[in-house]
T-cell receptor
Framework: AQKITQTQPGMFVQEKEAVTLDCTYD???????LFWYKQPSSGEMIFLIY????DQQNATEGRYSLNFQKARKSANLVISASQLGDSAMYFC???????????WGAGTKLIIKP | EAGVAQSPRYKIIEKRQSVAFWCNPI?????LYWYQQILGQGPKLLIQ????????DSQLPKDRFSAERLKGVDSTLKIQPAKLEDSAVYLC??????????????FGSGTRLTVV
């Protein structure tokens, strides 16, 4: 069964608009972490934001915020005021603390239109 | 702090040839990972080291892939012989400990392998 699901293969968004990238996960481990990474066309994997399963508040990092809904097992990434440089692949990943491995979604290709 | 270093950046080889990739993790990072990322997909873990010991290599095709991390610092990943389906980006990542820290895993720039 898929442990990380990203249902949006691709998205087009107008510059300066906010965008939400969806991620749902499946785990029975009570302790886990959720990550979002950005991968530009150059190939490097850039860490954006992290949410721990026991964190009470949603994580925020600059223009990035994570909409964590534990009961629904969703961890959507919100990018406010999108910029042309945000065009990239975005991956959601989960680490179950029982094995410390990152499990990855298939990614969402985000294209920001000027 | 220096990042995760990988080389080469690009490699083109013919099928049945051998190839090796090198990774130098962030100083002090005990855990090192090799991932294979095929175009259009998320990364797939090939092998995870804790210091110089293997934690998980269940998805490593051991008939052709091998990896080592001598002295618990840098690591090499080898493919011998290569197949067309090995064409992918090979990403190396490191983290402080098995307990992934809040800031997770730091990735290198990757090696883009093309097998022709």
């Amino acid at each position: 069964a898929q442990k990380i699901t990203q249902t949006q293969p691709g998205m087009f968004v107008q510059e300066k608009e906010a965008v939400t990238l969806d991620c749902t996960y499946d785990t029975s481990d009570p302790s886990y972490g959720l990550f979002w990474y950005k991968q530009p066309s150059s190939g490097e994997m850039i860490f954006l934001i992290y949410q721990g399963s026991y964190d009470q508040q949603n994580a925020t990092e600059g223009r990035y915020s994570l909409n964590f809904q534990k009961a629904r097992k969703s961890a959507n990434l919100v990018i406010s005021a999108s910029q042309l440089g945000d065009s990239a692949m975005y991956f959601c990943a989960m680490r179950e603390d029982s094995n410390y491995q990152l499990i990855w979604g298939a990614g969402t290709k985000l294209i920001i239109k000027p | 702090e220096a990042g995760v270093a990988q080389s080469p950046r690009y490699k083109i080889i013919e099928k049945r040839q051998s190839v090796a990739f090198w990774c130098n993790p962030i100083s002090g990072h005990a855990t090192l990972y090799w991932y294979q990322q095929i175009l259009g997909q998320g990364p797939k873990l090939l092998i995870q080291f804790q210091n110089n010991g293997v934690v998980d290599d269940s998805q490593l095709p051991k008939d052709r892939f091998s990896a080592e991390r001598l002295k618990g610092v840098d690591s090499t990943l080898k493919i011998q012989p290569a197949k067309l389906e090995d064409s992918a980006v090979y990403l190396c990542a490191s983290s402080l400990a098995r307990l992934g820290q809040q800031y997770g895993y730091t990735f290198g720039s990757g090696t883009r392998l093309t097998v022709v």
